[in-house]
């Protein structure tokens, strides 16, 4: 009898590390891709604002559907640091950087600093965790660049 159950067993076995293993390394792959798209769309987003000086509404819908279309929910937040040059009270200069909540018109100089995170994990990351129990990072990066129109 223990002989039936350990050959049921073997091949139980067999299928998952057949079947089962490929399918992980895929969905890791798959995951890997995915963020060097998002990473892309948020490159492409910040070279136009740099390179225009302003945001449209057409252009921050284009940047919303084209994080989101890769099959995570994305939030994204744009942040905009305005350059201000203040006295230092010796006749030179010193330069910082102000917060600012206006991100529709930009000026030269100006930081624009775009943050993109994952709201909840892909299908792909749920069945890792269940069969692998691994808890994948969700998506979460930041990248900037300066206007210089």
Do not use: C
Not at 3 to 15: M, Q, R, S
Not at 24 to 39: G, K
Not at 60 to 76: E, P, Q
Request: net charge neutral.
């Amino acid at each position: 009898m223990t002989d039936l159950i350990n050959k049921i067993l073997g091949v139980l076995l067999a299928f998952v590390l057949l079947a089962g293993a490929p399918l992980i390394i895929n969905a890791m792959n798959r995951d890997l891709t995915t963020n060097r798209s998002v990473l892309n769309e948020m490159t492409n987003f910040i070279d136009k604002v740099t390179d225009n000086g302003r945001i449209t509404d057409t252009d921050l819908a284009d940047f919303h559907l084209g994080i989101s279309s890769y099959g995570m929910a994305m939030d994204a937040t744009i942040f905009r640091y305005m350059k201000v040059v203040n006295p230092d009270g010796q006749g030179g200069t010193y330069t910082s950087y102000v917060y600012s909540d206006d991100i529709s018109a930009w000026n030269t100089g100006d930081i624009i600093k775009v943050k993109v995170q994952a709201i909840d994990y892909t299908g792909a990351q749920r069945i890792q965790n269940r069969i692998l129990r691994l808890f994948p990072a969700k998506f979460d990066q930041t990248l900037a660049g300066m206007i210089r129109k």
